[in-house]
Each structure stands twice: as structure tokens, then as C-alpha cells.
């Protein structure tokens, strides 16, 4: 059985291609959204799906490998998530199962206007400097952080989230009001993100480079009609064994392990 670690419409879509090559597949996912999007995968036939829910740590991925006879590790989680990478590693190496690293291919930025940060601590403090109405493209995971930074207390802060009923509430929880909630789900073209920015009154878009199926390019361009200083917070740099940009590079490393 080939272990996903999902979370992501890359998963997700690497799920599919190795189901229906017949391939036995464990997924996690990070939500119960998720959870709904893969459980569609189950009805469609070939290899068989299961599917994971829990938290897993380094402990508790190496248990799940000797429960589930796990013959390789596939990590498609966002490419922001860090630490599920690093342990995924480390446990795959004291389990020697092969691991491979679905990459997406980052957006250029050519737009002069951005400002490339390392951390979300850096692009509270930018943002702070760059204008009043900060509007945040960033998810719900790290949003506690731009509303308790001292640097934005008197900005106005504006969350365009997923429209799920536990992010609402995060929202509600960390003291944002209806008015600065956008709850919808995207990627958005040019004309909607550029719509919400003036609608919003945006002074500062922040952002991370989560390439074209996250739709960031969309997010320049719709900036760059308006003259909006974007902040693009860094993807992080790992040293991963095996590295894969597209669906059919991830299915042949799997076919090379000779798993089933």
C-alpha cells in the first residue's frame, strides 16, 4: 500500500492516478473537506482507498506504516507544511520506505511590486508599513498570527478563507467580524480577485507563492491592475531524497519501488 499525505488538490489528484492504476492507496487529509473531496475517489473502482483523518507525529506514522504494510510514501501536502515533511522524512528513513516529494512549479514573479519575505512575523511588519487594509490570502492555519501582531493593531484586517463551518468559527473566534470575512473557495480569476480588492479597499495583498493551481498568479495580475504592493511569503526549502513536478514523474518513481 502507497501512503498520500494529502491535504491538497495535488493529492488529491495523485489519489485518482494511482487508484486507477490499481494501486492499494492510504490518504490523509488535514480536513473533514478533504475528507468529503476523497471519499468521491472510493466510488470510482480500482485500487482500494483508505482513508486517515487522525493527526499523525513521527511515532504515529511509523505505526501506521506497520499497520498498513506501507510500501512507499508519497508527501503531496502544501508545500508550507513544513514540519508534516520533515517528519514524514525522518520517519520514512527509520522505516527505510522510499519517499518521494510532490513539488509544485512556483509562479514567476515578475511584478516589480513584491515584496519576498521569510516568515509571517517579517510580513506582519511589511504589511504594517505598506497600508491600512491588509487583505489576507494566506488560509486559515497561520491567521491568529497577522491578528495578534502588534505591528497590525490598527489595521484593518481582511480574511478571505474556505467556507467551511470550523474556519468560520476560527474567524469569529480570533474577533473578526462578517465584514471581514470573504468565506469562498478558489482559485479566483484576474477579475474576481481584482473586484474583491476594490470592494475591500485593499492597500496590500499578502500572499504565499502556492503556484498556478493556487491560483498566486491570478493574485499578481489582479494586483498589478490595480498598483497593489503584494507580500509573498517564502515556500521553505527542504533537502528532500526525491523530488517530483508532475502527476506521471510521482506514479513512475512508485512503479520503480515495485510496490502494491
Same mark, same amino acid.
Not at 502556492?210 to 511569503?233: C, N, R
Given at each position: 500500500m502507497i501512503f498520500v499525505a494529502s491535504g491538497t488538490q495535488d493529492g488529491r489528484e495523485i489519489v485518482r492516478c494511482l487508484c486507477a492504476s490499481g494501486y492499494d492507496v492510504a490518504a490523509s487529509v488535514v480536513s473533514s473537506y478533504g475528507q468529503q473531496l476523497l471519499a468521491e475517489q472510493q466510488k470510482r473502482g480500482g485500487g482500494r482507498l483508505i482513508i486517515n483523518d487522525t493527526p499523525l507525529d513521527e511515532d504515529g506514522l511509523r505505526r501506521f506504516f506497520s499497520e498498513h504494510e506501507i510500501r512507499a510514501f508519497v508527501d503531496a501536502t502544501h508545500p508550507y507544511a513544513v514540519n508534516v515533511s520533515r517528519n514524514a522524512m525522518t520517519a520514512c528513513a527509520a522505516e527505510g520506505i522510499p519517499y518521494i516529494r510532490y513539488e509544485r512549479n512556483l509562479t514567476d514573479i515578475s511584478y516589480e511590486n513584491v515584496h519576498l519575505v521569510h516568515s509571517y512575523e517579517e510580513a506582519t511588519e511589511v504589511a504594517a508599513r505598506l497600508g491600512k487594509t491588509v487583505f489576507l490570502t494566506t488560509g486559515s492555519r497561520n491567521l491568529e498570527r497577522f491578528v495578534k501582531a502588534p505591528s497590525l493593531v490598527d489595521c484593518t484586517l #481582511?480574511? $478571505? &478563507?474556505? +467556507?467551511?463551518?470550523? @474556519? #468560520?468559527?476560527?474567524?469569529?473566534?480570533?474577533?473578526?467580524t462578517p465584514a471581514q470575512i470573504i468565506a469562498m473557495q478558489g482559485p479566483f480569476s484576474r477579475e474576481l480577485n481584482r473586484a474583491m480588492y476594490e470592494k475591500y479597499g485593499a492597500d496590500v495583498v &499578502?500572499?504565499?507563492?502556492?503556484?498556478? #493551481?493556487?491560483?498566486?498568479?491570478?493574485?499578481?495580475?489582479?494586483? /498589478?491592475?490595480?498598483?497593489? +504592493? @503584494? #507580500? &509573498?511569503?517564502? $515556500? +521553505? &526549502?527542504?533537502? *528532500? +531524497?526525491?523530488?517530483?513536478?508532475? *502527476?506521471? /514523474?510521482v506514479k513512475d518513481f512508485v512503479d520503480l519501488m515495485k510496490v502494491s
Open positions: #481582511i480574511a $478571505r &478563507v474556505l +467556507p467551511t463551518a470550523d @474556519v #468560520i468559527a476560527l474567524c469569529e473566534d480570533l474577533g473578526l &499578502v500572499t504565499k507563492n502556492s503556484g498556478t #493551481i493556487g491560483g498566486t498568479d491570478e493574485k499578481f495580475q489582479a494586483a /498589478e491592475d490595480l498598483g497593489l +504592493p @503584494v #507580500i &509573498v511569503i517564502d $515556500r +521553505p &526549502v527542504l533537502a *528532500y +531524497p526525491h523530488l517530483a513536478h508532475t *502527476y506521471e /514523474e
